[in-house]
């Protein structure tokens, strides 16, 4: 099969918990292939007979960093891309002029055309430059981080956003590989994390020893979440959405690790980036959100249609009137 640039995650699901409205304006922060756009620009026109009894037209407004999301683009007059971080939500709202939006999609994290492209650097499997860039105008690269920062900065990227019990002897092993050379290619990195037995290549293709490949997967994980600084810019644009909602707007996200479902699961619940729920003098929870989706999985028979669809986590809420 030919690589295809994406497959959507939970697309039906999604697009139910958005609960789209005719003339709504809808917000998708993570374009990529533009599966789940598409679906909701669908849902848009499918009201089109409506068009003389309602006074505005839906749009939608789609937003990827990564200007390869581009060739994805879609020719209808109801569709605006926002080649920009999503941030920026805000600035970009304001600068269209939307004051309120009906609804917003978050699918977070990398596409399969990420991995997909050995030059970029998101894979373990591929002999490429250490880049791991999403933005590709952005400065820091994954070979930055891994060479600049201190044992103890990179020992706790490895911990807290893969996960990894043994990130600190990793850690080790690449500062005492860099001291020697510069670590600048995926395959040094691997080397250098692993140093024993060493990777094999096959012309561009990395061969790992088995047991180490879901360690890798999430040590190269780590790295892409530091390099985009993701858990920073998913809290600016969770709570731009929560200020941009309307009453009765819906706002549904799928997120992929536990780090970055914990935060949109406490942001949903209590409506601030500390997870506190403020009450009112009767003790009652002062909440912006109705929960409506509480971490929904994707169907066994999706997973095995298309297995990167396994972590994917759906939570879905509504703003309350
Ligand atoms: C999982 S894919 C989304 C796939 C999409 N739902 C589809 O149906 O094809 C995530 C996309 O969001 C983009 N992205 C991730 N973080 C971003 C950010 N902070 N700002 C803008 N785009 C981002 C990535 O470049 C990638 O194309």
Redesign the pocket.
Known sequence: MANV??I?AMLTETIEGLDIKPEGVYV??????????RAILAKLHEFEDLRFEISNLGHLYS????KD?LSNAIDDERWTFVH????YLRNWMDYYGVEQIDGLLA?????F??FDCPERGFSFRFSAPLDMR?NQTAKRTAADIVNGYSEEELAKVLWLYGELKNGRQIARNICRARAQKPIERTEELVEAAYPHPLPKRRGAEIEVPAQYKKDLARMFQALRIEV?D?MG?LRE?LVAARDLLKPGGRIAILTYHSLEDRLVKNFLRSGNLEGTIEKDFYGNALTPFDVIEKGREASSDEVERNPRSRSAKLRVAEKKS
Do not use: C, I, K, W
């Open positions: 640039y994406h959507p998708d922060v993570t374009f990529g292939g533009g599966g789940h756009s937003f990827d960093q990564d999301a920009s971080n999503f941030r699918d977070l994290g990398v596409s055309h990420h999403m985009n993701e810019a644009m």
